[in-house]
């Protein structure tokens, strides 16, 4: 007899998830592996007690041979699905990063040019655990340790609570045929390690229940980041006038809050690229200041101190002498 709790599952995960927002049509990234194709079946039922036009999404990333193959088996699944709007965006793969980040910001940025208002990705909880461990490991702060939103529009990620042997066994209820992408088991790719090789060891160590346990961490994070972020963001309206911010207003307070209201700042005037040391740099400004000079960041931008105002400044490649990041433009 088949078992279609897991079916059931996934239809509550999406179900709860569009609750929360008012759209008349919602698309579904599919790769034609068991999260998307099963994110995919659970949306259009759900779509079709409210109304909702489904679009289906399949990018193909021309990284391997007979990918094209692919997307047009996981169209043709979508199609028997009764998703009418199916398309195929294909992409080429360059840029910084290694392969993994490279494929990943092609992909969004299609997923984002189809212009749907929401587009939901079939990110399980094994993912939110994988990604809480790549922040723990890189230390690359609160931010990343909090894991993925379920609801960061134009994103939506119903399936962060589901775990993936829920959407394999749902794809299997419902008779879908899935993809494995062979990229999903190559010991090259960071992601798959941890997932074959540090989680499995860590569910030993720990008897268990540690990919819950690090969602539950990211969720946790994720409350307090947001909590932080609303008081920098009134923080920075407290400070600023005319673009600069006043050190005086920003100096009474902790330097955590400092830091997150500068990052906001900066990235605002188009700073890109910011890291734990530029943020720091930059508060040095504000809570060591003994008259030093500008801070040196990414994107030809500089932030000196004058009359206790911060202010961001650009200059031109060539500028100046010295070749520390921090202390002077980059040779």
Not at 303 to 315: D, F, S
Request: glycine share 10%; aromatic share 4%.
């Amino acid at each position: 007899m088949t078992d279609f709790r897991p079916v059931a599952r996934t239809r509550q995960a999406v179900r709860d998830l569009l609750a929360g927002v008012d759209f008349p049509d919602v698309a579904v990234a599919v790769s034609g592996g068991a999260d998307s194709l099963s994110l995919a079946a659970a949306t259009v039922h759900v779509a079709s007690r409210r109304r909702l036009t489904v679009h289906g999404l399949i990018v193909d990333h021309q990284l391997q041979p007979g990918s094209a193959d692919v997307a047009a088996t996981a169209a043709k699944q979508l199609h028997g699905l009764g998703v009418d709007d199916v398309r195929v965006l294909t992409v080429t793969v360059t840029g910084r990063g290694g392969p993994e980040a490279a494929a990943r910001n092609a992909r969004y940025a299609a997923l984002r040019s189809a212009g749907f208002p929401i587009v939901l990705l079939g990110h399980t909880l094994d993912d939110q655990a994988e990604t809480v461990l790549l922040g723990l490991g890189r230390g690359s702060g609160p931010r990343s340790i909090a894991g993925m939103r379920g609801l960061d529009l134009p994103w939506g990620r119903p399936f962060l609570s589901v775990p993936r042997v829920t959407t394999v066994a749902a794809c299997d209820a419902l008779g879908l045929t899935t993809w494995d992408d062979p990229h999903n088991v190559d010991p090259a790719y960071t992601r798959v390690r941890l997932r074959r090789e540090v989680l499995p060891l860590l569910e030993d160590v720990l008897r268990g229940g540690v990919a819950p346990a690090l969602a539950r961490t990211a969720a946790q994070l994720r409350e307090d980041t947001e909590a932080l972020d609303t008081l920098s963001a009134r923080l920075l309206t407290a400070a600023l006038t005319e673009e600069e911010l006043d050190a005086a207003v920003l100096s009474a307070e902790p330097p955590a809050l400092r830091r997150r209201t500068v990052r906001r700042w900066l990235l605002d005037v188009g700073v890109p690229e910011l890291t734990d040391a530029h943020l720091r740099s930059v508060d040095a400004l504000i809570g060591e200041w003994r008259g030093q000079g500008a801070v040196w960041l990414p994107g030809n931008f500089a932030v000196g101190r004058a009359r206790g105002r911060l202010r961001v400044t650009a200059w031109e490649p060539g500028e100046g002498t010295g070749c520390t990041a921090t202390t002077s433009p980059p040779c």
